[in-house]
């Protein structure tokens, strides 16, 4: 048995066909003759479209389509022996759209009288390397207006619509038309407008931008900026915007610009001129209220002012730079920047800066905030000293530990005691309000002043207090004409190792007066380690010790306390200074003593309150012929080798005082650690042993409590 004949369909011109072309498929039976073809779209017999023609053994497609793409099979019967063959194997038709043409338009398709406009054809990226030919087609109708792929069209005055395709020898024989291009040509040439980003002055260091602006926007341009005169050298950007970085004062002046393109250039008419005002920059100070040494939870103020403008509309931008070194930007934006409660953690350097029209002004110098994690502590002190006389006078001075500005200070007298729950009532005796700046001084003191002191302080919105500070005792005795303590040599510093004489001398002839002392505790003259001799009134310390540094003064067998002194002890230097007062219109001689003098290398210089008064390259003496109230203060001198002295308070009484038996006592230290003791024992024996009665009552029996264990 013979094997029915197979069918073959072939495709001219190819299976991947172009849209628009012509197809023809015809079908081969090897050997035999006389067959009738049956042709099928996706096994569908039969066509009903107009362009589909069959021809006995051949399928034609004219104008081939995208709905033609398909499988595409034949077959054929006969009225001898075979009857039928077998159907070819199915053919699939590929229809592929023409290569699109497309019109590049330079400078740009929105163009101005007198420019040259270039039109470039260019077809699909896949077929671009195909020699095509180009043509041009203009207006309505279609009319083909030139040959090639560059159009160039000179001074161009007019516009219209514009659009090209490409054909060739060869598949595709041609591509699709191109998209139309509507050429817009503008009337007169354009003139821009020139801006920039600030108004008024630009401060130096900031960014300034210039903007080119031209009505009717278009492509293609490039930017030149002319400064002073229009003939200078320009500069050129691919934008219209240029930016001026870090400015400086000589980056001040006019400006221009305008814009060209195309080949040749075509150029806009130059803008108007634009004048820039560089000044220099503005640095910021930052202030801080109530101060930079704060206390947990405390509210501090800092305050950002820019001076030399008249500007309102600043806004600010505060920095915080923390222990790690990381700066922070914080949330305040406004000229105060105010932390309430404040904390550990606020601690650090802050810097500000302004800004107003996008400019920034300098940074401000850092300030440091130091926050501590303590209550604040406030320290009482006397000057010259608690022991008074009625008449003398005597400053109060209270400090904040570790901080020093924007307090307001009150000074308070102990009322009474609790001795359940040791709460204590306080009378306001006076504060600081008025600018006194913690020195509260009574200029001239009565007994009534004789009482327990302590100071408190207060500073900010809402008020901060400090903690109630350390007690101070101010001890005042009533002037007594008949009795003097004096002591030989007569000053207040000496030198361990030589003798000291003190006595009381009573012009009244009267008995009963002993010199008394308090350096660790309570002592008489006749006590045995004072290593002294002779009687109760005149004591003879021999040799003298730093530990005999203490408070001196005479007593009464009825316990009257009268001219208490601070005696201290030192070894190399010490300063020569009265004991007593002295008094306005008398001379003051200061002297600084070496304990080992070098008679060859005698020279000291001398200071008062902490500054140079007396500076000499010879000497060790210092003279002031006629005492006043302005010389009162604390003095001590200084050796170029050996160091300086401890200081000494020298006091000043007014001259109508003279015909007092006694003056007021000098304080010779600025801190008395056996005057402090002296102090707390009184309290102490205060609080918990006297009814409360006067003080100075409660400091007789305290010293009487002492007197009955030597």
């Not at 012009?507 to 008394?516: E, M, P, Y």
């Not at 002194?565 to 190399?572: A, G, M």
């Amino acid at each position: 048995m013979n094997a029915l004949p197979g069918a073959t369909v072939r495709v001219t011109p190819a299976r991947s066909v172009f849209n628009g072309e012509t197809v023809t498929l015809k079908c081969e039976i090897k050997d035999h003759n006389n067959w009738t073809y049956q042709w099928y779209k996706d096994k569908t017999k039969g066509f009903n479209t107009a362009h589909y023609i069959v021809n006995r053994d051949s399928l034609t497609i004219n104008g081939v389509t995208e709905s033609d793409q398909d499988k595409f099979s034949s077959g054929a019967v006969i009225d001898g022996r075979p009857r039928t063959s077998h159907s070819s194997s199915a053919v699939y038709l590929t229809v592929n759209a023409l290569p699109k043409a497309t019109v590049r338009v330079t400078p740009d398709r929105s163009v101005f009288i007198g420019e040259t406009v270039t039109l470039k054809c260019e077809i699909d990226d896949q077929y671009r390397s195909l020699n095509w030919t180009y043509l041009w087609y203009k207006d309505t109708n279609g009319t083909s207006v030139f040959e090639g792929n560059i159009y160039t069209i000179s001074s161009s005055s007019d516009q219209d619509e514009f659009w090209c395709r490409g054909e060739r020898d060869g598949r595709p024989s041609s591509s699709q038309y191109s998209d139309h291009l509507n050429l817009s040509v503008k009337g007169s040439k354009p003139k821009p407008k020139l801006t920039s980003d600030t108004e008024g002055s630009v401060l130096t260091g900031n960014n300034v931008t210039l903007k080119c602006d031209i009505d009717h926007w278009s492509t293609g341009w490039k930017f030149y900026w002319y400064k002073h005169t229009q003939n200078t050298e320009k500069t050129t950007t691919e934008t219209n915007s240029y930016t001026i970085h870090s400015v400086n004062v000589s980056d001040g002046g006019q400006y221009w610009c305008r814009a060209g393109r195309g080949q040749p250039d075509y150029y806009t008419d130059y803008s108007d001129e634009l004048w820039i005002n560089v000044t220099e920059n503005l640095k910021p100070v930052v202030s801080v209220d109530p101060d930079k040494q704060l206390f947990r939870g405390e509210t501090v103020t800092l305050r950002c002012d820019i001076q030399d403008t008249g500007d309102t509309e600043w806004t600010y931008i505060w920095t915080v730079k923390k222990t790690n070194n990381r700066n922070i930007i914080t949330q305040c934006n406004t000229q105060e920047c105010k932390i309430n409660n404040t904390q550990q953690t606020e601690s650090g350097k802050y810097t500000c800066r302004g800004k107003i029209r996008e400019q920034n002004t300098e940074m401000s110098d850092a300030i440091t905030l130091t926050v501590s994690s303590d209550k604040p502590q406030t320290v009482l002190s006397v000057s010259p000293q608690q022991w008074l006389t009625e008449g003398d006078s005597v400053t109060l001075m209270c400090e904040v530990i570790n901080s020093s500005t924007g307090w307001i200070f009150s000074w308070f007298t102990v009322q009474s005691l609790s001795s359940v729950n040791e709460d204590v009532d306080y009378e306001l005796v006076s504060n600081s309000s008025g600018g006194s700046k913690g020195i509260y001084t009574v200029s001239s003191v009565t007994v009534k002043h004789t009482g327990v002191y302590m100071c408190r302080a207060e500073r900010g919105d809402p008020v901060y207090h400090t903690e109630y500070s350390n007690t101070k005792i101010l001890w005042i005795t009533g002037v007594s004409p008949s009795v003097s303590l004096i002591i030989r040599p007569n000053r207040s510093q000496h030198f361990s190792s030589e003798s000291l004489s003190l006595s009381c001398e009573d012009h009244s002839k009267s008995t009963g007066w002993t010199v008394r002392r308090y350096t660790d505790k309570l002592k008489p003259c006749s006590s045995s380690d004072w290593r002294s001799s002779g009687t109760t009134s005149t004591c003879t310390i021999r040799p003298l010790n730093t530990s005999d540094t203490g408070v001196y003064w005479c007593q009464s067998e009825s316990g009257e306390k009268l001219h208490p002194v601070n005696i201290s002890v030192h070894n190399d230097v010490i300063l020569d200074s009265p004991v007593h007062p002295v008094t306005e219109g008398d001379p003051l001689t200061l002297r600084c003593l070496y304990q080992y003098k070098n008679s060859s290398n005698l020279t000291a210089e001398f200071y008062k309150d902490g500054s140079v008064v007396q500076n000499q390259t010879t000497g060790d003496m210092m003279i002031i012929p006629t005492v006043s109230k302005s010389h009162e203060g604390f003095y001590y001198c200084k050796h170029p080798e050996r160091g300086e002295s401890p200081k000494s308070w020298i006091s000043v009484r007014a001259s109508q005082m003279k015909t007092r038996s006694f003056n007021v006592i000098t304080f010779l230290l600025a801190v008395c650690p056996y005057l402090l003791a002296t102090v707390v024992l009184v309290f102490k024996c205060y609080r918990l042993r006297v009814p409360r009665s006067s003080v100075e009552d409660q400091l007789q029996y305290a010293v009487r409590e002492d007197e009955t264990s030597i």
